[in-house]
């Protein structure tokens, strides 16, 4: 595996971990990346670089943020954003991987990148389930905000600095581990 491998990977699983937060907003920041050169994307997913994808992407990205903010219409997103940020999480590690074989870059595609995407966007409609429980909705824009944040500090990262993006994810999927352990014995006491 070359050093442009190892790079090409911890971009993919950055912004598939930005697409756990976001569905579009890292293919957003992705798609800009390609179309001033920052980022080189393979062959078949150049198309992402192209004016059309960047207007599109854009205004997607505007429409899911706004979305968010909105009560009760982000629980419902939720219900569609696992299975969406998977497929998304896939395809930005598709689309950046680079030097693998076919096999180990779609291995690599859905298990780390539509399995991290999956994992962070569970654990986030999860944490806004309950908001929505406990607060009645209102500290959901404050969840918003702080997914909208992290999409976007994490997508930016990953694209200029992906060994630190990957290295965060790390920390972010240790963070929902934790969570989850926690909550699991306190419902399990509960019993």
Known sequence: ??????????????????????????????????????????????????????ITLGVATIVEIFAYFIPYVDNALDSIAVPLAALAGTAVMLSTVADLSPVVTWALAIIAGGGTAAAISGS???TRLASTATTGGLANPVVSTIETGTSMVMSVLSIFVPVLAFLFVILIMFFIFKLYKKFSRSKASNR
């Open 124 to 126: 986030s409609g999860t």
């Open 1 to 54: 595996m070359t050093i442009d491998s190892i790079i090409s990977v911890c971009l993919g699983v950055g912004l598939a971990a930005s697409v756990g937060f976001r569905v579009f907003l890292p293919l957003f920041t992705l798609s800009v990346a390609a179309y001033f050169n920052v980022w080189e994307l393979n062959e078949s997913w150049q198309w992402v670089g192209s004016s059309t994808a960047i």
